[in-house]
């Protein structure tokens, strides 16, 4: 088998980074290491940023998300027991972000996918890469029990934090940057009104951080701060409920409506950013090359503006015939990446409560919401990297 760019997972980078090359007439197959069912039951964040939104209706994905989708102006902090809205659309010239849930998109993407007949090999095992430091790469994966090979002249790394292609980089060659955080975020989705059916709330108390989050209009998205070491079987759905509403200001949490969970998980939170993110005729993109910790929804946006940048890379390539976009890609996307990565840690210090602030700790917290509320310059600036920093 050939193809032109070998796509290695079928998460949203590697759907989009797929649907980009379709429409710019470049070849791709994607290999993925599960089933398709598998990947659409993880559950992820889902803020999406305009040029998040603009990409998937530009490959022709956006037509539930635009139906379905519920646009938010603005966001909001508790912290003392009182709310304060920040007016995002006001303070970014009508920017806005988009609630609409990853698994959706990663749906759509999949099935956009599927009705222009492209190539995706799900349940791959034994997935490798070879000789990306040459000009014919290779991958191979084993399909029923028969091994295969995939010649290509690019692979594009789309396999997340632990897929096996920047494993396949020597040591030597990549430097990688991390943050781990000492607690983790208890996550239930349930199928009640959500609380804030028009902004996205973000509580600071000193019992820990929590959120109010959505899927739709009937479907909710909650977290809270919990301890690392914490397991999901010690939390009742009764314990969470409780817990969230002793978080937010009173009126907030007499109206949260509450119901069974449908999915029920803890997520540590981990800032990562490994460098470059191109090695020879390898490129990675999104969670292969970094992670953000959740707080901003931040992650599924910055895999878009990679595979952006990489596909206008690719299209450089083959139709304009200049190796500057792919020399460039590393360097143009790790500089969006690290401001990201800034905000995302930034909010995340700011909400969280750290077992060793102590005193000092947490009234410097209070001394900085303050102001972000009180300053017309802190609040753009939050809502300008809210609504996503121009690609
Ligand atoms: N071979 C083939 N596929 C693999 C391999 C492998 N060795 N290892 C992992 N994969 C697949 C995973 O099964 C997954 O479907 O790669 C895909 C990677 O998808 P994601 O982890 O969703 O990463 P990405 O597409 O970059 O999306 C980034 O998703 O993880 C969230 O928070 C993240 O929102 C961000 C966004
Ligand atoms: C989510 O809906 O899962 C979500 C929303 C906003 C965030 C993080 C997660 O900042």
Redesign the pocket.
Known sequence: MRTQVAI???????LLLGALLHKAGIDNII????SGDY?LG?I??GILEQGTVDLLKQVGAGERMQTEGTVHHSIELVFKNQRHAIDVHGLTDGKVVTAYG?TEVTRDLMDARQAAGLPTVYE?GD?SIHYFDSAQPKVRYVKDGQTHEIACDFIAG???????CRASVPKASIQEFERVYPFGWLGVLADVPPVSPHAIVYGNHERGFSLCSMRSLTRSRYYIQCAIDDKVEQWSDQAFWDELRLRLDPKLAERIITGPSIEKSIAPLRSFVAEPMRFGRLFL????AHIVPPTGAK??NL?ASDVKYLSDAFVDYYIDKTEAGIDGYSERSLRRVWKAERFSWSLTTLMHRFPDAGGFGQKIQEAELEYLVSSKAASTALAENYVGLPL
């Open positions: 290695i997972g079928a998460g949203p980078s590697g290999i993925e290491r599960q990947v993880r992820r964040a990853q791959a997935v789309c396999d997340g934090f632990h897929g096996v993109a999104g969670d292969a992650g599924l895999a």
